[in-house]
């Protein structure tokens, strides 16, 4: 019997804030709720986290890095502390881009594999770029082709990966990313009655803020406010925070609030009229399927995988990337959508974006592979974890 009913392997866990590590941390804490066994192994990406700890009914196990290449922490121990954990475990859970994903996965054998496929890596083009882009993409079909399962977050976003032609011949599963719902929050600190536009996400290139805070700077109002909010500190490949101050030059009307917490994120979301995320490279866009669960209008890029959650809903704009003049032109379209507008696009999203929803298509598709929920091999907690830390 095994000890784990479900073992997630990943680069970067909690407390670090990305859209894959949000993914792989709703999904383990969520099923844990729902009484399943699960282990998470990650990366130590600060050294003041333990190796070992208990964390919302996930038992976490974390490996020590040694050095970073590009946004990928290098950890000699994570493949085979990966592996151990996986072979004690019903199914495996590799979410990737990550470097060392096809070796996992064939070291995994004989637990089944579901890889969860967020993106196709972006980095800044460089000749180094090139290369760790290669590595990583060849990781990931050998990861995908020894995989029981693959899932991706929307068809859209798998059509158009450059892994299609490995993604195509894989038993492939289009489930949408967990939201939470976060509406309910209290617009307290909204500065004034004019326009408030929103961002969350990491504070790096590939979100294009520049553009955004471009198209916002052309706005001759005094009283309007765009919120930027999220991590510029804890960026892996580096944030992009000097040139987003750059961009905002001057200007007093932007806010930089950093990263923020799940009742600000309430909060946050309460006070804007419209949010933006002009991404030039996104997966699905978690924050901003939230946004439109809380009845906040959707500014998105023509991406594969970004621009779904919009296209899904009809509940906001599909714009080019890098164009901040169509940011400013939906912007101004946007704000003045009425309650009953606003109302029909949270449904809309709440039905389809919800986390109940996702952790439904994760625990059928789990148990499809043989996973049994609940059954113990003996009372307590699996003597592999004794003197773990128990964290809050």
């Known amino acids: ?168 011949r894989a038993n492939v599963h289009a489930i949408p990313a967990p939201c939470y719902d976060r509406a309910g929050g209290s617009p307290s600190y909204r500065e004034t009655g004019g ?26 109002e005094p009283d309007a406010r765009l919120l930027l909010a999220g991590d510029y500190v804890n960026v892996a490949g580096g944030s992009d925070i000097a040139r987003v101050r750059r961009a905002i030059g001057g200007d007093s009307r932007v806010r930089l609030l950093g990263l923020l917490n799940d ?6 979301y309460a006070l804007i009229d419209v949010f933006a995320l002009p991404s030039i490279s996104e997966s699905f866009g978690i924050v901003q399927a939230e946004a439109m669960m809380a009845g906040i209008p959707s500014i998105t890029t023509d991406i594969p995988g970004g621009r779904f959650p ?18 400013l032109r939906a912007i101004r379209e946007l704000r003045g959508l009425s309650a009953e507008e606003r109302a029909a696009g949270a449904a809309a999203a709440r039905s389809l974006f919800s986390l109940e929803a996702c952790l439904d298509s994760y625990e059928r598709l789990f148990r499809s592979l043989g996973a049994r929920p609940g059954a113990r091999s003996g009372p307590g907690a699996p003597p592999a974890l004794a003197g773990r830390e128990e964290a809050a």
């Open 263 to 268: 009742g600000q994120m309430r909060d946050f």
């Open 1 to 168: 019997m095994p000890e784990f009913d479900l073992a997630v392997i990943l680069n970067y866990y909690s407390p670090y804030v990305s859209g894959l590590t949000e993914s792989a941390r709703a999904i383990a804490e969520g099923l844990a709720g729902r009484g399943w066994r699960v282990a998470v192994v990650a990366s130590q990406h600060l050294k003041s986290l333990p190796l070992r700890e208990r964390r919302a009914g996930v038992e976490i196990f974390r490996c020590p890095v040694v050095t970073t290449i590009s946004r990928g922490p290098v950890s000699p121990s994570l493949p085979f502390v990966a592996a151990r954990v996986a072979r004690m475990s019903a199914v495996a859970n590799l979410h990737i881009p990550m470097l060392e994903a096809g070796p996992i996965a064939r070291m995994c054998a004989p637990t089944p594999v579901v890889t969860t496929y967020h993106i196709d890596l972006w980095l800044r083009r460089s000749l180094i770029s090139l290369v760790v882009i290669g590595a990583v993409d060849a990781s990931a079909r050998m990861s995908m082709r020894n995989s029981a399962a693959v899932v991706v977050n929307s068809d859209d976003q798998a059509r158009y990966s450059r892994l299609w032609p490995t993604l195509r």
């Open 310 to 327: 919009v296209v899904a809903t009809g509940f906001g704009r599909v714009i080019p990337p890098r164009d901040p003049g169509a940011i």
């Open 195 to 220: 326009l408030h536009v929103g961002f969350a996400g990491r504070i790096a290139a590939e979100k294009g803020l520049v553009y955004l805070i471009e198209a916002f700077r052309r706005l001759p």
